[in-house]
C-alpha cells in the first residue's frame, strides 16, 4: 500500500531551513496498522503529510497502492488523495461555521460524489452522531468533533487512513473511545492505518510500530527480514 524509498526533505528557508526527512525507506502492506512513535521534532508530522501527498519530497519516491505520488502533478495528487486517503488531525479541523453534515458532505459534494449529504448522514451515523447533524462544532465535545472528523475522513471511503495524534486533544478515556472507534473502522473496512502517536498503548494496539528519530526510522521499516539480515552480515563482514 505504501512504499516510502530514500525520502528527503528540507522545509524552511535559508539559515531557518531544517533537514526533516533523512533518506527514509517504509514499506506498509495493505491491511496494516502502522503506529509511528519517536520523539517531538523528529519529523512524524512531516512524514504523514508526505504520505498523504501533503508535502513533497526533495529526493527519493512515495508510491500509494501503484501510484507513485512523486511523478504527479498537485492537480493530480489531490485528486488522487480525495479518493484514497482520508487524514484525521489532532485539533480536528472542522469548519466551524458549517454543520456536522455539511463538515462531511462539502468536500464530497466538492469531489462531485453523487448523495453527498445521504453519505455523510449514514457516515455520521455510523460513528455514533446521528443525533448530531444539525450542530456546529462549538456545540459539540472535543470527542464528538473528532467523530465528526473521522467520519469526514471516512466518507469518501479511502483505502489508506492516515492519523495524526489523533487522540491527543482528549481526555484519557474519550481518547480511548475515539481509538476504539478508528480500529474498528479499520477492520470493518479494510483500510490500512497509519496513526501519529505519544500515547505508547495506542501504539502498542497497532501491529507494527515504526520508530522515528531526528528524521530517521530506526526501527520497524517493514524492510524484508531475510534483506536485513544479509545486509547486517555485509555491513559486519
Ligand atoms: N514549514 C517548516 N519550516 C521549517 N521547519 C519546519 C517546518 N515544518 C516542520 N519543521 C521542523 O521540522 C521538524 C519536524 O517537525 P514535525 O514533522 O512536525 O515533527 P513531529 O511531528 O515529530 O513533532 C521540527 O524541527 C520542526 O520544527
Ligand atoms: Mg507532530
Request: with cysteine.
Amino acid at each position: 500500500m505504501i512504499e516510502l524509498k530514500n525520502a528527503d526533505l528540507t522545509l524552511g528557508q535559508a539559515a531557518a531551513s531544517v533537514h526533516v526527512l533523512k533518506g527514509m525507506d517504509l514499506t506498509i502492506d495493505a491491511g496494516e496498522s502502522v503506529g509511528i512513535v519517536g520523539p517531538s521534532g523528529s519529523g512524524k508530522s512531516t512524514l504523514l503529510m508526505v504520505l498523504a501527498g501533503l508535502e513533497r519530497l526533495d529526493r527519493g519516491e512515495i508510491t500509494i497502492d501503484g501510484t507513485p505520488l512523486h511523478g504527479l502533478s498537485e492537480d493530480r495528487v489531490a485528486e488522487f488523495r480525495g479518493r484514497n486517503i482520508g487524514i484525521v488531525f489532532q485539533s480536528f479541523h472542522l469548519i466551524p461555521n458549517m454543520t456536522a453534515l455539511e463538515n462531511v458532505a462539502v468536500p464530497l459534494e466538492l469531489a462531485n460524489v453523487r448523495n453527498a449529504f445521504e453519505i455523510a448522514r449514514q457516515e455520521l451515523a455510523s460513528v455514533g452522531l446521528g443525533e448530531r447533524l444539525s450542530h456546529y462544532p462549538g456545540q459539540l465535545s472535543g470527542g464528538e468533533q473528532q467523530r465528526v472528523a473521522i467520519a469526514r475522513a471516512l466518507a469518501p471511503a479511502p483505502k489508506l487512513l492516515i492519523a495524526d495524534e489523533p487522540t491527543g486533544n482528549l481526555d484519557a478515556e474519550t481518547g480511548r473511545q475515539v481509538a476504539d472507534l478508528i480500529f474498528s473502522k479499520q477492520a470493518e473496512r479494510d483500510m490500512t492505518l497509519v496513526l501519529v502517536t505519544h500515547d505508547a498503548s495506542l501504539a502498542a494496539r497497532c501491529s507494527r510500530q515504526v520508530r522515528v528519530r531526528s528524521g530517521e526510522i530506526v526501527s520497524g521499516s517493514g524492510l524484508d527480514a531475510s534483506v536485513a539480515a544479509s545486509l547486517s552480515k555485509a555491513v559486519s563482514a
